[in-house]
């Protein structure tokens, strides 16, 4: 328990708790989420993340399916259709009595699958015999629920918790309840069919007869608060009849891109399938969680971030993303939230622990960078949509989002955006790289604050440009030219403040006596996808991006070899995360350095062949690429993470320096490649405006080109010089 990996200050996600090592199985909708191991089991050994999660509570702690009281033997395992169903091939060992072999192994065939469906857990187990004579089988499975908060699996203590009531066993089912410190009565229900032979608060006993080439089934569904206003349960069959035309329903929306390498298309594929899980049967609309298993909920920058990546595919994501964030803007200053007027929020909590404030996070406000991210991305949206009717919808937010960052983002009155936290147990650090150890001097030493990072300047530039187009476009010129004479002015004093010459990029960020921090980081390639870096200085920027010292081989650091705090192993000193090279990537793309882009995105196509279906983590090590070996992994990465899963659609955006417009309609490409392993792209059903297209990219000898196969409606699509 000495090895602790620090995520939110004192909050821990311990190495104890690693899923690198369990590989896990990982089903969601909506904010039920299930991390198995490839049995399909939940095993309940302390140091696993595994359970059947909902509302960020762990309502099953235990599952395991034993044949005899044994294990059985895995012959496959995998997560299909759509992220929505996890199947399970199983087989028998050899099983002898007073020494003689009554059953060889490989007789009995077992298939376990599970999906999860409205704060269920479905599952069927089916056993067909393939022995020549008739078998006669013990089958069990034991159970057990222990409703520990989400933060608690994470490693915080607890002096006390609430009241585990005794388990109600009927006949085919079996009830846990816990009544919660917060006074909120959490359920978990099994329910078998048919009915087990013994039934207890801890296991269920199954004894059958299977004939040669005949089969069995037992069904399980394990509901969680089925007291909550809802319909009855669902059958699996019903179940699974839903989650299957729900999906259908999405097909039918999005844009589909594929590619002649089906190792990219499985990359395409799987991203889009992870983005869907994270989205579909969320209570907030069209909002994609951040991560499972522990971020399974609304984060404000990882919902913002990851719209802005696929934007251009499905804007209606940004659209889902827009609502939410402007329904849950803060109102007054609340310090205990680190909550001001207009702040856009950080992060959302449901469990017991948030309820009962033990932790700031059930609406809390400590980030610097959603509220200016709020902004950039309306401004995106209008211009991917043409959209006014939204825009007017939410402008009061974007207005109030602006006064913010005018009034209580410039804590100091310099003109730039700083962070001070106000409450005692949230955030120190309160940029995307939010670890309490992530900003420091060229010693290592933590830098005081109030810290201003140098992307968040970047991000409150690209947010007045964009919302003083926002207000033109609405007839406020007056406001429109404030805005624009205030970003003017921001990139001068970006520019004298944060240049260190000496380094050819940005400083990390200033600290609360505007001493720079000048370390090498990655962060100054946001500044290029903000258009805040200077175009004279753009190159050195890309240069010392590209530069070994951060690029690894797999994708760029977050901090570079040469710097003190550099550690290939740690969340954000010397990692490399996925959505912070597909930003970086958009950016060196947008000042002409669409080949370095194109870098990016191979490297990371390369690193997603290595991880289990084609997913890319939250983030992975370091590590120098080498010879023969993969990128390794970081044992407590969320994966599926969204902003990881949306990066794909941005670094190919960026190479292919593709601008997709709804007011006038438009599809523009310029200076644009494709990796060389792909020899075209197709994008089909992308819809821009009330126009669609489906067209080809093709990689030439000098760029690529672009073939139409069907358009609808007045839209353009050119390639530009």
Request: charged residues 25%.
């Amino acid at each position: 328990m000495d090895e602790v990996i620090r995520i939110k200050e004192e909050f821990y996600v311990l190495a104890t708790s690693a899923l690198a090592d369990s590989r896990p199985r990982v089903l969601k909708y909506g904010d039920t989420c299930g991390v198995f191991d490839w049995h399909g089991d939940i095993l309940s050994a302390g140091y696993l993340a595994h359970g059947l999660y909902h509302k960020e509570t762990r309502h099953l702690s235990k599952l395991v399916l034993r044949f005899e009281n044994r294990p059985l033997e895995l012959l496959s395992s995998t997560v299909k259709n759509k992220n929505a169903f996890f199947a399970v091939d199983l087989t028998n060992l050899d099983f002898s009595a007073e020494g003689k072999l009554e059953l060889p192994r490989g007789s009995l065939h077992f298939f376990r699958s599970k999906f999860i469906w409205e704060g269920t857990c479905y599952e069927r187990l089916r056993i067909m015999n393939f022995a020549s004579t008739e078998v006669g089988l013990s089958l069990s499975y034991e159970y057990d629920a222990d409703f520990v908060d989400i933060f608690e699996v994470r490693g915080s203590k607890r002096e006390k918790r609430g009241e585990q009531q005794e388990p109600a066993v009927t006949p085919a089912s079996v009830q846990f309840a816990y009544c919660g410190l917060d006074k909120v009565i959490r359920e978990t229900r099994l329910n078998f069919y048919p009915q087990p032979l013994r039934i207890s608060g801890k296991s269920a006993l199954f004894e059958m007869d299977i004939q040669p080439r005949a089969e069995a089934v037992i069904y399980l569904d394990v509901s969680c608060d089925h007291r909550r206003e809802c319909l009855p349960p669902r059958s699996y069959k019903q179940a699974l009849s839903k989650t299957k035309n729900l999906h259908e329903r999405i097909d039918d929306r999005l844009c589909r891109i594929s590619s002649s390498n089906d190792r990219f298309s499985e990359w395409l594929s799987r991203s889009e399938s992870d983005l869907e899980m994270m989205t579909v049967g969320n209570p907030e609309g069209a909002y994609p969680y951040a991560g499972v298993p522990w971020f399974n909920t609304v984060f404000g920058r990882d919902g913002l971030i990851t719209a802005l990546e696929v934007l251009w595919a499905d804007p209606a994501l940004a659209r889902g993303v827009l609502q939410f964030l402007a329904s849950t803007q803060a109102d007054s200053v609340i310090p205990e939230q680190d909550a001001e007027p207009g702040k856009i929020l950080h992060e959302l909590r449901k469990g017991e622990m948030a309820a009962l404030k033990e932790i700031p996070f059930g609406r809390y406000y400590g980030s610097v960078d959603s509220t200016p991210l709020f902004v950039m991305l309306a401004a995106a949206y209008y211009q991917r949509t043409g959209d006014l009717e939204f825009v007017r919808s939410i402008w009061s937010n974007v207005k109030r989002a602006l006064d913010w960052m005018d009034r209580y983002g410039d804590v100091d009155a310099d003109g730039f955006l700083e962070y001070a936290r106000r409450s005692g147990k949230g955030l120190v650090q309160q940029g995307w790289k939010d670890s309490h150890d992530s900003v420091f001097y060229e010693d290592g030493k933590l830098a005081e604050g109030p810290i201003a990072l140098c992307e968040v300047q970047g991000y409150a530039y690209a947010a007045k440009k964009g919302a003083a187009e926002l207000a033109r476009k609405q007839g406020f010129v007056e406001l429109a030219d404030h805005l624009l004479q205030q970003a003017t002015a921001l990139q001068h004093r970006f520019e004298e403040a944060f240049w260190v010459e000496e380094l050819g990029t940005y400083a990390f960020a200033l600290d609360g006596k505007k001493r720079q921090c000048r370390v090498t980081v990655s962060n100054p390639g946001h500044c290029l996808f903000t258009g805040i870096a200077c175009p004279e200085r753009a190159g050195r920027v890309a240069q010392e991006l590209m530069d070994e010292n951060l690029f690894s081989g797999w994708g760029i650091r977050t901090v570079g070899t040469r710097e003190a705090r550099y550690n290939p192993m740690s969340y954000h000193n010397g990692s490399v995360w996925p959505h912070d090279n597909a930003l970086i990537a958009y950016g060196l793309a947008q000042y002409g350095y669409t080949v370095h882009a194109l870098r990016l995105l191979e490297s990371m196509f390369e690193a997603s062949r290595h991880f289990e279906f084609r997913r890319l983590p939250e983030l992975f090590c370091g590590f120098r690429r080498r010879i023969g070996d993969g990128p390794t992994l970081y044992p407590v990465a969320c994966s599926p993470q969204s902003w990881a899963a949306a990066a794909v659609f941005m670094m190919l955006q960026a190479s292919l320096g593709m601008t997709v417009c709804g007011a006038p309609p438009y599809v523009h490409f310029r200076d644009s490649y494709l990796p060389p392993s792909v020899d075209y792209v197709f994008v089909e059903n992308l819809r821009v405006g009330q126009s669609k297209v489906s067209l080809i990219v093709r990689r030439q000898a000098h760029g690529v080109g672009i073939e139409v196969i069907r358009r609808e409606g007045d839209l353009e699509v050119a390639v530009l010089k």
